[in-house]
Nanobody, 121 residues
Framework: EVQLQASGGGLVQAGGSLRLSCVASGFTFDDHAIGWFRQAPGKEREGVSCISANNGKIYYGDSVKGRFTISSDNAKNTVYLQMNNLKPEDTAVYYC??????????????WGKGTQVTVSS
């Protein structure tokens, strides 16, 4: 069974930083795309960042480029999202997700429960 456990969310002031972690299990971690998505109240789910397993290519959403960094530790089956210079508009539930296929462009098939990030102004 694929499981994705995200943690590290919280309340932070604008300009601050947080690091999210997602521990994965139930599949071969380094064979599958894995990434972060977020959903704010009343808004559609948005792609934040993703790592493709087939070529190591990393994707970032336009709104987080230059502020967020995704990384992974295959030995720990864990993907991280370092979030710097946080803004109130980053407030959302952040979800970790993985796909059946190795490329981010093929989409995600499994989702974790999410962790709340709240940025105060």
């Amino acid at each position: 069974e694929v499981q994705l456990q995200a943690s590290g969310g919280g309340l932070v002031q604008a300009g601050g930083s947080l690091r999210l972690s997602c521990v994965a299990s139930g599949f071969t971690f380094d064979d599958h795309a894995i990434g972060w998505f977020r959903q704010a109240p009343g808004k559609e789910r948005e792609g934040v960042s993703c790592i493709s397993a087939n070529n190591g290519k990393i994707y970032y959403g336009d709104s987080v480029k230059g502020r967020f960094t995704i990384s992974s530790d295959n030995a720990k089956n864990t993907v991280y999202l370092q979030m710097n210079n946080l803004k109130p508009e980053d407030t959302a539930v952040y979800y970790c997700a993985t796909g059946e296929r190795p490329s981010c462009v093929d989409g995600m098939d499994y989702w974790g429960k999410g962790t709340q990030v709240t940025v105060s102004s």
